[in-house]
Nanobody
C-alpha cells in the first residue's frame, strides 16, 4: 500500500488546461495501477481515469473522454493527468490512488490537489 501525493492543481478559466502529477512517497510506483478520483463539495467521490502498471490499459469516465489523458513515466516514478478544455463542473479536489481499474486498492488516499475552473 503506497501513499500517493497529487499536485498541479490551481485556479483556471474555462477552456484552459492543467496537468496533474501523482507521485509515490518513498516507494516505486511502477508495479501499481493508478487511478484518479475527484470529489466536489457536497458530492460523492467519482472516478476520473485509470492506468495500468505498464501503461497499456487506460480507462476514462465519460466526463473526461476526449479531454483528459492519463499517462505514466515509471522511470520518473510519476503518473500524470492532462486535462484540457476544462469546464466549471471539473472543479473538485483530485486524488490519485493505487488501483486495479476503477477500484482503489489502497485505503490511503493521501494528499489531493484542488482544481477550480471559473466560468
Amino acid at each position: 500500500q503506497v501513499p500517493l501525493v497529487a499536485s498541479g492543481g490551481g485556479l483556471v478559466q474555462a477552456g484552459a488546461s492543467l496537468r496533474l502529477s501523482c507521485r509515490a512517497a518513498g516507494r516505486s510506483l511502477s508495479n501499481y495501477g493508478v487511478a484518479w478520483f475527484r470529489q466536489a463539495p457536497g458530492k460523492e467521490r467519482e472516478f476520473v481515469a485509470s492506468i495500468s502498471w505498464g501503461g497499456v490499459t487506460v480507462d476514462y469516465a465519460d466526463s473526461g473522454k476526449g479531454r483528459f489523458t492519463v499517462s505514466r513515466d515509471n522511470g520518473r516514478n510519476m503518473v500524470y493527468l492532462q486535462m484540457n478544455t476544462l469546464k466549471p463542473e471539473d472543479t473538485a479536489d483530485y486524488h490519485c490512488v493505487t488501483a486495479t481499474g476503477r477500484r482503489a486498492t489502497s485505503p490511503y488516499w493521501g494528499q489531493g490537489t484542488q482544481v477550480t475552473v471559473s466560468s
